[in-house]
């Protein structure tokens, strides 16, 4: 994949539309949990930018490992891949817990998120925007 003059780069570039995807659907998303206009329902909106986030993260997900291969040896070792690969995990864990806790009352929400949805959306934010910064960290190390 080095090789090609054009590969690479479009692989790369598939890898940020996938982040700028997922990471601008949940953005929207976990601002509207925290109370950012509240004109709009949790729910539909929910309905609506879950899925393009999942379609986001499978894009990404999938481009990253073709970057990967192209110098898995070199990028393994790299503290900045280490970090943005631990703070996915953490990413995907708060996600698991969102859905299992908060998630399963959205219904009782009405125009307002529960405190544990807040505290899940809040982190989400926190995660989400260290993956970029470390993905972002990658070149430099």
């Known amino acids: 994949m080095r090789s090609s003059p054009a590969l690479y780069p479009a692989v790369e570039i598939l890898h940020i539309i996938g ?60 503290p900045a891949f280490q970090a943005k690969l631990l703070l996915i995990g953490a990413a995907l864990i708060n996600i698991v817990i969102a859905h299992a806790v908060p998630w399963r009352h959205v219904g009782r929400w009405g125009d307002k998120a529960s405190g544990a949805a807040k505290v899940t959306a809040l982190l989400s934010i926190l995660l989400w925007l260290g993956v970029i910064c470390a993905g972002r960290l990658i070149a430099y190390f």
Request: glycine share 8%; hydrophobic share 60%.
């Open 19 to 78: 982040f700028v995807i997922l990471v601008g659907s949940i953005l929207a998303l976990d601002l509207r949990l925290l109370g950012l206009g509240r004109t709009i329902a949790i729910q539909p909106m929910a309905q609506l930018l879950l899925p393009v986030s999942r379609a986001g993260f499978v894009l990404a997900i999938s481009m990253g490992f073709l970057l990967f291969s192209a110098d898995a040896s070199h990028v393994v070792k790299n």
